[in-house]
C-alpha cells in the first residue's frame, strides 16, 4: 500500500522542473561558449595588434616649408 500518492499536478509540477532545469544548463553552455569564442577572438586581435610593425623613424627631419616661400613667377 503507498504511502505518498504523486497527484498529476505535482507530476506536471516535478516535468516542469525538469524542462526548465534542461532549459537553463544548456543556456548556460551556450553562454560559456560565446565568452569563450570572444576572448579566443579578443586574444587573437591583440596578437595581431603586436605583431604589427611600428614604423621606423626617418633619419634626417625634412625641412619645413612656411606659406610665404613661394617661387617667384616672372
Same mark, same amino acid.
Given at each position: 500500500?503507498p504511502?505518498?500518492?504523486i =497527484? @498529476? *499536478?505535482? %507530476?506536471?509540477?516535478?516535468?516542469l522542473?525538469? !524542462?526548465? #532545469?534542461w532549459?537553463l %544548463?544548456i @543556456?548556460? /553552455?551556450?553562454?560559456?561558449?560565446r !565568452?569563450? !569564442? @570572444?576572448?579566443? *577572438?579578443? #586574444?587573437?586581435? #591583440?596578437?595581431? %595588434? /603586436?605583431? /604589427?610593425?611600428a614604423? *621606423?623613424?626617418?633619419?634626417? &627631419?625634412? &625641412?619645413? #616649408? =612656411?606659406? @610665404?616661400?613661394r617661387? !617667384?613667377?616672372?
Open positions: 500500500m504511502v505518498v500518492k =497527484t @498529476g *499536478q505535482g %507530476l506536471s509540477a516535478i516535468a522542473s525538469v !524542462a526548465l #532545469l532549459g %544548463l @543556456g548556460e /553552455r551556450s553562454v560559456a561558449r !565568452a569563450n !569564442a @570572444g576572448r579566443a *577572438q579578443a #586574444l587573437e586581435e #591583440l596578437h595581431r %595588434l /603586436r605583431r /604589427r610593425v614604423p *621606423q623613424p626617418v633619419s634626417v &627631419p625634412m &625641412p619645413h #616649408l =612656411t606659406p @610665404g616661400a617661387p !617667384a613667377l616672372g
